[in-house]
């Protein structure tokens, strides 16, 4: 079955490390997106990609890169991780056709010490 | 620009009665409007979506949601509900394609027993 999935789950660094978290769906959508959750402040978009070498900056990009070689992969980096920066985050996928709908992955639960 | 409103944190709702969820949003114009469940430690999960047609949209376990333009609102509903419908429920809008996601709060509901 398709499925999306994110590595690590969960993640300790420490502040001014570079972090990479990886997103990897079999869906072949040509929409990701990466999200943040936080207490108080719900789902917000980070980074965004149409399509292989589309990026686009979302509502709290600064700090965060990503790139996209490929469909089936958005990794998301931390350039030099804040302790601001722990939190959940998730990937998602929609095909951006028929399909309207997002599908998530598990999340990935980082914290910077 | 995009919004979503859901105007209650919390909803409390006794096993068995009817439960509903409130969501309002804005969108200049035609309106992509979606429900997702996220239960402790997990991604979110996709329940329903109103793309065009009947106003009364039917989705996973149950629930069901109606859209009111005039009201600009689209708030989910079960007729019974059941415990292992807790959980915290996010309402999104989307202007085309499911690109531009944008996402509610959250709502937490808690079914008692």
């Known amino acids: 079955d398709a499925e999306i999935t994110q590595s690590p789950r969960h993640k300790i660094t420490e502040t001014g490390r570079q972090v990479t978290l990886a997103c990897h769906q079999t869906w072949n959508h040509n929409n990701m997106f990466w999200y943040r959750q936080d207490l108080g402040h719900g789902l917000r978009l980070i980074h965004y990609s149409y399509g292989v070498q589309d990026t686009n900056k979302g509502e709290v990009s600064d700090g965060y890169s990503v790139s996209r070689s490929n469909t089936e992969d958005l990794p998301l980096t931390l350039e030099s991780a804040a302790s601001s920066q722990t939190s959940v985050y998730f990937c998602a996928s929609s ?11 598990p999340g990935t639960r980082l914290t910077v010490t | ?45 996709f329940l329903l979506k109103y793309i065009t047609g009947d106003n009364l949209v039917k989705g996973s376990y149950g629930f069901e949601a109606e859209f009111n333009k005039s009201q600009t609102s689209f708030h989910l509903k079960k007729p019974s509900a059941l415990v292992s419908d807790s959980a915290l429920y996010f309402c999104a809008v989307s202007d085309n394609y499911g690109q531009n996601f944008v996402f509610g709060p959250g709502t937490r509901l808690s079914v008692l027993p």
């Open chain 1, 95 to 105: 095909d951006g056709g028929r399909v309207y709908e997002q599908y998530f992955g």
């Open chain 2, 1 to 45: 620009a995009q919004s979503v409103a859901q105007p209650e944190d919390q909803v409390n709702v006794a096993e068995g009665n009817p439960l509903t969820v409130k969501c309002t949003y804005s969108v200049s114009g035609n309106p992509y409007l979606f429900w997702y469940v996220q239960y402790p430690n997990r991604g979110l999960q």
